[in-house]
């Protein structure tokens, strides 16, 4: 019995962490008839090269737009960071195929986000009065911010990437580098996003 309970917990957890990354790392295509344009993007998550506490994963969505007589590639990033941390600079760098072009980071915001965790064990305890019954709280909350902006990919931009066997962005947080590198099977769904 403890081995079926055990498989099928196991069963569960894998089914329920492969669902959640199904999301990542694949391409979608929709044709938008309001816009009247079609679109292809790609999310993906990012660990960044330096190994710091203050900035964490980037999340990703590549995305390319085409209608009839308009294409537009656009990045959009939202980098998690500790709440002591600064804020993304405006401007930002891209080194992809040897060549490095500079990124203006678009409507940069950021959110302040919070999230809280309630445990509420109870006890129980006897004495010669009888039997009482205790509960005690326990709250963890955890408090971080994200920084969200887009930026534009020219054709040059594109080309680049199309050519390389990793891309390289440098983001600057106060005084504090970051780069996000990407390679292999995410690489080549950005690809596959910017094919024709």
């Known amino acids: 019995m403890k081995n079926y309970i055990l498989l099928?917990?196991?069963a569960t957890a894998l089914t329920a962490v492969s669902c959640g990354m199904i999301k990542y790392?694949?391409?979608y295509s929709y044709e938008d008839?309001?816009?009247d344009n079609t679109k292809k993007y790609v999310r993906i998550i990012i660990k960044p090269e330096e190994r710091r506490l203050e900035i964490g994963t980037a999340k990703v969505v590549l995305a390319?737009?085409?209608s009839r007589d308009h294409e537009e590639v656009n990045g959009y990033?939202?980098?998690?960071?500790?709440s002591s941390s600064f804020k993304v600079d405006g401007s930002g760098f891209m080194?992809?195929?040897?060549r490095r072009y500079e990124l203006t980071l678009q409507n940069p915001v950021s959110e302040l986000r919070s999230e809280s965790e309630t445990n509420v064990p109870d006890f129980t305890t006897s004495d010669s009065t009888g039997v009482r019954t205790a509960f005690s709280t326990d709250i963890d909350t955890r408090t971080w911010i994200e920084d969200k902006f887009v930026i534009s990919m020219p054709p040059e931009v594109i080309s680049g990437i199309s050519e390389a066997?990793?891309?390289l962005f440098r983001f600057?947080?106060?005084p504090i580098p970051v780069t996000y590198r990407l390679m292999g099977r995410k690489l080549e769904a950005v690809k596959e996003v910017f094919k024709e």
Not at 95 to 98: I, V
């Open 165 to 167: 066997e990793d891309v």
């Open 8 to 10: 099928v917990t196991t």
């Open 77 to 82: 990033f939202v980098i998690s960071r500790l």
């Open 25 to 27: 790392n694949k391409v």
């Open 64 to 66: 390319k737009t085409f």
């Open 172 to 174: 600057y947080f106060g």
């Open 95 to 98: 080194k992809a195929g040897g």
């Open 33 to 35: 008839e309001f816009r």
